[in-house]
């Protein structure tokens, strides 16, 4: 079975750094997915990790580490815009993809 | 806009009814899904398509029957609904592999059952 976890909320200060992290028991795992997903809308593609260690992508970067089961999705310089659900997805097989809760995140002037 | 579409994006129907729930990728994408997603709770795979062939049915009730006429459109047949089957009903697709899977989700269907 797929068994991913994160944190159902996070707030932040505009401009700080807020770090999301993932734990997930996936068999036959292939690689870990990051999306946003604004309120009311469809979730987007920020990020994908198949080997150990970082990616950065601008103000986002995320981490992965297989032998812990464990990635995280870095957000810096936070804007209001960033306000939003951070939803990890585990990726086993040609075409399962497993979905965490996500993490709402929030962002304060 | 991500190239999948969805209609109708708001529906509201009776527990007797039949409706069906819309989906067109434009992006030559060869696997098309339907997930799930309540209040709080994982997006949930219902149904997976390749190439136009089902390949991944995850439990999903009967009342729930979907259709992928070819490999750009896929149909959510509804019947005989729930009220806790209200949710957003999301459409993807991909163009599958082992790796650069990206799933392109559609804005999705929200669905209420009275």
């Known amino acids: 079975g797929q068994n991913i976890d994160q944190p159902t909320e996070m707030t932040a200060t505009e401009g700080a750094i807020v770090q999301i992290n993932c734990t997930y028991q996936t068999s036959g795992f292939n690689g870990l997915f990051w999306y946003q997903q604004h309120a009311g809308e469809a979730p987007t593609f920020l990020s994908y990790?198949?080997?150990?260690g970082l990616e950065e992508k601008g103000r986002f970067s995320s981490f992965l580490s297989r032998s812990k089961g464990y990635s995280y999705l870095l957000l810096k310089e936070l804007q209001m815009k960033d306000s939003a659900s951070y939803l990890c997805a585990a990726y086993s097989n040609d075409y399962k993809l497993s979905f965490g809760a996500g993490t709402t995140v929030t962002v304060r002037a | 806009e991500t190239g999948v579409t969805q209609t109708p994006r708001h529906l509201v129907m009776g527990m007797t009814n039949k409706k069906s729930l819309k989906c067109e990728q434009h992006l030559g994408h060869n696997a098309m899904y339907w997930y799930k997603q309540s209040a709080k709770k994982p997006l949930e795979l219902m149904f997976v398509?390749?190439?136009?062939?089902?390949?991944e049915n995850n439990s999903v009730p009967s009342r729930f029957s979907p259709e992928c006429p070819n490999s750009s459109h896929l149909f959510l047949h509804l019947h005989t609904l729930q009220p806790e089957d209200s949710a957003l009903y999301l459409c993807?697709?991909?163009?599958?592999?082992?790796?650069?899977?990206?799933?392109?989700f559609g804005e999705g269907s929200w669905l209420t059952v009275v």
């Open positions: 993807a697709s991909s163009q599958g592999g082992e790796s650069g899977n990206t799933i392109y």
């Open positions: 398509y390749s190439l136009e062939e089902r390949v």
């Open positions: 990790n198949v080997l150990d």
